[in-house]
């Protein structure tokens, strides 16, 4: 106990090797966190959020890196920072596993994840669905105010009180600006250099409906609530039609729709556990090139 003092006073940059003197957090114990704030009950039917790779759950946190997508990449990155855990946004995981090869990136990460005593830990349609999720990240980054779910489900325990699920976003500015003054702002707010668009023309924008990712199916529920505009990650080429009239429809990227949902991660883990090393991945994992 002395020595780990001792290196602790005089050799910070040696931290990470001390992780049962300094933090004396399980792998499980954060892991109980999150699905406390997005239980796993919360996902969709075709989802497979949770625990990916598990072979150390009682192990000691050394931090935690937060990602979008989970690639060899990312394991590396972990590996570097001291991580035994990832938790990513989107399921390693997702499709049935028939084999584990060196033949795709799937069956590479497994294995160098396991070989490295990583836990994978995902949070994809359960954190959408979770009060204060990926939709309400979204809502701030765009400086919204008084956001309420698109489309409300049931309402769940988180702690001592009940929350309410949902899907999508629909708020308010705080004043109304021009179609495209609002068009760049979302540019700005998300990093864009471009915004696919339907052919709609709004004089001013005041109620704004979004979602992250894949959020189409929510189009018609936008307009029921009398949003102006819709943003969402994919919209998809048919269903730009026939919207012209109704709602000003912006497609701004998957990647780019839930490229924050790193911070609400961060700040799930933080709030229950303060001292533990959380960092946000360099490597970005976007799989589409924008030239």
Not at 150 to 178: C, D, N
Not at 241 to 246: A, L, M, N
Request: net charge negative; aromatic share 10%; hydrophobic share 45%.
């Amino acid at each position: 106990m002395l020595y780990s003092r001792f290196l602790l006073i005089f050799a910070p940059e040696m931290w990470t090797i001390l992780p049962t003197f300094l933090y004396n957090m399980k792998v499980k114990d954060i892991l109980g966190a999150l699905e406390e704030f997005a239980p796993l009950a919360l996902q969709d039917g075709y989802d497979n959020a949770g625990l990916q790779i598990g072979l150390a759950e009682d192990a000691e946190a050394t931090g935690a890196l937060l990602c979008l997508d989970v690639t060899e990449e990312i394991v590396d990155e972990a590996v570097l920072r001291g991580c035994n855990l990832i938790v990513s946004h989107h399921p390693l995981l997702f499709r049935p596993v028939k084999s584990i090869t060196s033949r795709d990136y799937v069956g590479r990460t497994i294995g160098k994840a396991i070989r490295q005593g990583i836990t994978v830990y995902a949070a994809h349609t359960n954190l959408d669905s979770a009060y204060g999720g990926v939709n309400f990240k979204m809502a701030e980054k765009l400086g919204l105010v008084a956001p309420q779910w698109l489309a409300p489900k049931e309402s769940y325990l988180r702690g001592s009180s009940y929350v309410t699920a949902g899907e999508g976003i629909i708020a308010t500015l705080p004043a109304a600006l021009s179609q495209r003054d609002f068009m760049e702002r979302v540019k700005e707010a998300f990093g864009l250099k471009s915004l696919r668009t339907n052919y709609a023309s709004r004089e001013k924008i005041s109620r704004v409906a979004l979602c992250g990712g894949s959020g189409a199916f929510l189009i018609p529920k936008a307009i029921e609530k009398g949003a102006d505009v819709f943003i969402t990650g994919e919209i998809g080429y048919h269903r730009f039609f026939g919207y012209e009239s109704d709602i000003l429809l912006l497609e701004i990227g998957h990647y780019e729709s839930e490229q924050y949902t790193q911070e609400v991660l961060r700040d799930v883990i933080l709030h229950k556990f303060p001292t533990l090393p959380v960092v946000l991945a360099k490597t970005k994992t976007n799989p589409i090139n924008y030239l």
